[in-house]
């Protein structure tokens, strides 16, 4: 009866409507993530090709920095999986 009071929702009812918000924090957690690699691969993809154009010799360390925004999408994605799993 307790339940059944919360305006007018049945259990199965609030079962999918908890289920759809794990999904759409799910979504948000990778698509957040996404978004704000994507915004600081911009800013030092950009630099990275005017510092390899300049001096040839930091290619490496370059190479290292445009990776490292990339770690965030996966932690992203690694709470995404924990909050659907």
Same mark, same amino acid.
């Given at each position: /009866?307790?339940?059944?009071? @919360?305006?007018?929702?049945?259990?199965? /009812?609030?079962?999918?409507?908890?289920?759809?918000?794990k999904?759409?924090?799910a !979504? *948000?957690?990778v698509?957040?993530?996404?978004? !704000? #690699?994507? *915004? #600081?691969?911009?800013? &030092?993809?950009?630099?990275?090709?005017?510092?390899?154009a300049?001096?040839?010799?930091?290619?490496? @360390?370059? @190479?290292? *920095?445009?990776? &490292?925004?990339?770690? &965030?999408? &996966?932690?992203g994605?690694?709470?995404?999986?924990? @909050?659907?799993?």
């Open positions: /009866m307790a339940v059944e009071s @919360l305006a007018g929702m049945t259990p199965e /009812m609030i079962e999918a409507s908890q289920a759809g918000m999904a759409l924090s !979504a *948000l957690a698509g957040l993530t996404g978004i !704000a #690699a994507a *915004l #600081a691969e911009y800013g &030092i993809g950009s630099a990275a090709v005017g510092a390899t300049e001096n040839k010799d930091v290619f490496g @360390l370059v @190479l290292i *920095l445009t990776v &490292i925004p990339e770690t &965030i999408v &996966i932690f994605l690694v709470v995404a999986l924990l @909050l659907l799993f």
